[in-house]
């Protein structure tokens, strides 16, 4: 029999993708800072307690995502109504379920650097995507975004708020001035704002029915949950609710956001924790002269290599190491972003910079 022609069903699209990679953990001994997760695990009594909490949850039937415990706790939380979210396998199904609803002559608007599912996630949907190119120097929007030669054209945007890799927010006026224009969707992904100060766009969701606010518990500590909420006026959500799949959070992940959310004080202790490492990496690692580090305001920092030709020792210096952080390719490959882990992995991260720096910044 000859073999499948894969090309034959499978869109262009979808052939043209490489599989997203996830970094593999090979020893303990690794330092993993690369997915910008809580490394803080649950103290002894909370776990116990949780263990508790959950295991009565009816596994044997379908979840039911409309409990009301967890809709009250979750409407209090937000202080939003019901009618105005869903929920998500982490936000990425939500991102997910936004490009599928979106027609062809849509073009998405995706700032670079940002979130790279944004980009991977519209091309399968055969949608076109425009980056717009950050300036380095405070990674903020262009002023002139709003003034598009062609304004009647239909668009959606991307905003990370704060944004992955840069850590920084765009500038909230400049969002605002889009949300403005009726010929634009503006999605702002918090999925990084418990760790800034800077007030949510939830509250903007009856003034604008344009607007999409992302939220998700997996930066905080439960990125092994997987849970996303996706928040909008009545238009756009009644459109979305037509297609996430009528099961997509299973019951277990339903009954431990429920626990958790009456235990929020846990995450609030390792939020603030989180804060003040950040702060005491950026200034520990901003003494080493071979690395820009940008200020942040979420739980990672972004770094550059000062000199391109410490490129090739630094990753075999981080691979020699077991040091696990993310690396860029094209004009972003001399950046890398740091997650602040515990006490104990920062220290040891910034020991290994000061040992990189003996070894090699002299050479230059
Ligand atoms: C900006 C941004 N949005 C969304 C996500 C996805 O989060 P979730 O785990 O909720 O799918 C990430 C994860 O890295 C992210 O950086």
Known sequence: MPPLKIENFIKNSVLELSAYKVNEVESDEV??????????????????????????????????????NLIRLLEKFYDTAVENFIFGNGSDELISIILLSLKKDVAVKIPSPSFSMYDIIARYNDLK?????????YFDLPENINADKDKNSK????FSYPNNPTGNHF????IKSLLENKNNIVVVDEAYIFFSNKESFIKYINKYDNLIVLRTFSKIGLAGLRFGMLFSGDKLINEFKKIKLPYNINSLTLSSIEFFLNNFGEFDKNIKKTIEQREKLYSVLNKFDYIYVYPSDANFLLIKLKDKKLKNKFDKFLKDNNIIIRSFTGDMKLFYRITVGTPAENKKLADYFKNFKKDFTNML
């Open 31 to 68: 330092l993993k800072l690369d997915a910008n997760e809580s490394n803080y695990t649950l103290g002894k009594d909370i776990k116990k307690r949780y263990a508790d909490f959950i295991k009565d949850t009816l596994i044997n039937l379908y979840p039911d995502s409309g409990s009301k």
């Open 129 to 137: 995507t425009e980056l717009i190119k950050l300036d380095e120097k």
């Open 155 to 158: 668009k959606i945007f991307f």
């Open 171 to 174: 500038n909230r006026d400049i």
